[in-house]
């Protein structure tokens, strides 16, 4: 059955620092996601990786793929505080569903 | 990407009554998923529902339970029987991501909460 492990569960930032959240999965996948939820909200898709290597960008965030390792990580660059949010990986199982992970809760503060 | 409508937004239900949740698409979609997400909590797959076939159900959930339906490619429901207040979550509909390389999208949720 497909794990998905996700940490730090809470993490505190100063402005302008740099942090790193980290995603484990236990079984072979082609397609990891990265969401964000604010507090009340639904999940916005933040980025899908589909392939070993893989990187993207966006603002603040950068998101990695490494499939061989089966790890995926979400940097935070320069932190502000609207990154305040829950972020959750989420992993595609060949059962054709997604697990997700169990979210880091992230405050970002002055 | 895909609009997803859930319907009602939040409720307060009595204990051992039911509620039928409904998650409409603005465009045909092949699978649909059910999640649960506890306060607090991560979410959980309850179960996938394609058109034509039975909802394939995860561990520790029960068709009688969490008895869906999906008449067409747009529509689904989601009800929860005889309520009580461990069932107190939010409950979010979720269509297939429309190639390999699109998101799953996310209704707003259902806000659910048991006396």
């Known amino acids: 059955e497909l794990k998905v492990e996700q940490n730090p569960l809470f993490l505190s930032m100063q402005e302008g620092k740099n942090y790193t959240i980290y995603c484990n999965y236990s079984?072979?996948?082609?397609?990891l996601y990265w969401y964000r939820q604010d507090p009340g909200k639904s999940l916005e898709s933040l980025f899908v990786l589909l392939s070993n290597g893989a990187v993207k960008q966006e603002g603040r965030l950068m998101a990695s793929l490494d499939t061989k390792a089966r790890l995926s990580t979400l940097h935070i660059t320069a932190a502000v505080h609207d990154l305040s949010a829950t972020y959750f990986c989420a992993v595609w199982g060949v059962g054709n569903d997604m697990r997700f992970g169990a979210g880091t809760r992230l405050t970002v503060k002055p | 990407s895909a609009v997803i409508s859930q319907k009602p937004s939040r409720d307060i239900c009595q204990r051992g009554t039911s509620l039928t949740i409904q998650c409409q698409v603005d465009?045909?979609?092949?699978?649909m998923f059910w999640y649960r997400q506890q306060p607090g909590q991560s979410l959980t797959l309850i179960a996938t529902a394609n058109q034509g076939s039975e909802a394939t159900y995860e561990s520790g959930f029960v068709i009688d339970k969490f008895p869906i339906s999906r008449p067409n490619l747009t529509f689904s429901t989601l009800t929860v029987s005889n309520m009580s207040p461990e069932d107190s979550s939010i409950y979010l509909c979720?269509?297939?991501?429309?190639?390999?390389?699109?998101?799953?999208?996310f209704g707003d949720g259902t806000r659910l909460s048991i006396l």
């Open positions: 979720s269509v297939g991501a429309g190639g390999s390389n699109q998101p799953q999208h």
């Open positions: 465009s045909q979609v092949t699978m």
């Open positions: 079984t072979t996948s082609d397609r």
